[in-house]
Structures are given as C-alpha cells and as structure tokens.
C-alpha cells in the first residue's frame, strides 16, 4: 500500500532540489502535494516535470513573508480538503565570509527565510494538524544546524535555531498527536551547493566540492533523493513514535 495515500502535503522550496525530489517521491506514496516557491514560472515548470497533474497543486509565495504563508496554507486546504504534512524546506544559503565580514542585512535575510519561513509555516500550519489531532511536519535543517562551520555563520546560526524551534513545537504538538522533527543533511547535490561552491573560490567549483568531499566520510555528495527517503519516512505513519528529533542523512559526518 502506498505509504502516504490520501495524503496531502505542502512543501516549501517545492521547484527544485530537495524539495522537488520530495514531491516527486510523495506523488509516488499516493499523497496529493502543494508545492510553495518564489516563482509561478519554476512553479510550472515542476508540475509538469512532476506529472500527476490532479494531484499537484502549487502557490507562489515567500515563506518569510507571514500574509503570504497563511495564503498558501488556506489556499492547500480550500483545494484538498485537508492538510497532514508540511515539510518546511525553502532556504538560502549565506555568503561565505567571517563573521567580522558579514553584514546585518545579510544576516538578518538568511534568519527571515531559514528560520522566520520554519516558524510561520508551523504557526499557520499546526492549528489544522492541532485540530485534527494528527499529522507530520518536517524541518529542514543541516549538518550545519547541528555543529559549527566557518565562514558560513548566519546559516549556521539559522539551522540552529531551526532545532530549537523543532524541538519546542514538537514537545507542545505531542499531546495531540502531531510530531515534528527536523533533518540535517551534509552537501547534496542541488542548485544551492553549486552556487556556495562558485562563492568560495569563483571558477573553480569543482576543487570546493572536492574539499567537502574530504570531510565527508562517504567521500561522495548526497542526492536529493537520499534526503526526499528520510523525509518521506517522517511524514509517513512508519514514525508514528518519533517526534522531537533530529536526523542526519550525512554519508557518515556525524560519526567523527
Ligand atoms: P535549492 O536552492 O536547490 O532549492 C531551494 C528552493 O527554495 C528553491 O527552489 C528556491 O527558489 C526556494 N526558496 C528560496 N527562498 C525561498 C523563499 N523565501 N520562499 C519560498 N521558496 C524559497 O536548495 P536545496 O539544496 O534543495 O535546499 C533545500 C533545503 O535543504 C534548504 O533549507 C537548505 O538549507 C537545506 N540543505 C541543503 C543542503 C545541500 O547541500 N543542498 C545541505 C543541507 C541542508
């Protein structure tokens, strides 16, 4: 049986990358998927590279901005019926740089999408989930939100936070049989590690990704779909136990 039939789910950061690999692979477990990005035109272009057109829906919207996340979260139920699973997975990565070198304006635009975008979609999201006492959201964080790293501090500081965040949602949604847990990936192959690798050493991304592959145990990048798997595991009913946590899916980084 399908492992998230009859579902539905949002999910943010939903035209590309991990958050695509995410849709394509709950459209496959039978759930019904609203995709929620900056852009009608990627919006587009997904959906038709995703298929199983009755079953996606999507929103143009910035998950910083709050009047824009209550948009798309209405929006999913006045077009489903419902809503069970929220994966909150749009994010930016940060300008490499010190943290003497960084700027507040910077600092404060990776905060408002990766941790300002996490908290309003779970506080439009969990009344429905609350109410209905049931449902999944998953948070998506980093290795980086779970250990230091240079020259990446804002991001640092705001996957950090998105543990925090986890863990105190997790502890108020329980009761009501709603879990939230957060997932914790090392480099993966997706637009954002292109781009952080041309800002460390521009025209030679190729020698940054062999840097990070020497930290990885591994000795490889993920794929998006190694994350989409753990995710999927979280939203379905197999982790029915499990709230509060924080899963690494890191080719082995955590061990060291
Ligand atoms: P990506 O850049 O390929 O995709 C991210 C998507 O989020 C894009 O489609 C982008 O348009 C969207 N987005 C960005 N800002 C948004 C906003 N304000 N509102 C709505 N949508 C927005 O990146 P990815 O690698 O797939 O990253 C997905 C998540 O995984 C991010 O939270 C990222 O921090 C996290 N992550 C990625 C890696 C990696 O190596 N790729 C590692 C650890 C964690």
Partial sequence: MPRLEDKVAIITG???GIGLATAALFLREGAKVCLVDLHQSDL???EQELGHAERVYSVAADVSNETDVQKFIQATIAHFGRLDVLVNNAGIECKPAMVHEQTAEHFDRVIAVNVRGVFLGMKYAL???LKAKSGSII???SVAGLDGFGNMSPYVASKHA???????????????GVRVNSVHPSPIHTRMMRAIEEAMNPGHAKEVQSQFEQIIPMQHYGEPIDVANL???LASEESAFITGCQYRVDGGMGAS
């Fill in 139 to 141: 948070n998506m964080s």
């Fill in 14 to 16: 939903g035209a590309a």
């Fill in 162 to 176: 998105v543990v925090g965040l986890t863990k105190s949602a997790a502890l108020e949604a329980a009761p009501f």
């Fill in 44 to 46: 587009d272009s997904a």
């Fill in 231 to 233: 995710v999927l595991f």
């Fill in 127 to 129: 009344p429905h989930l």
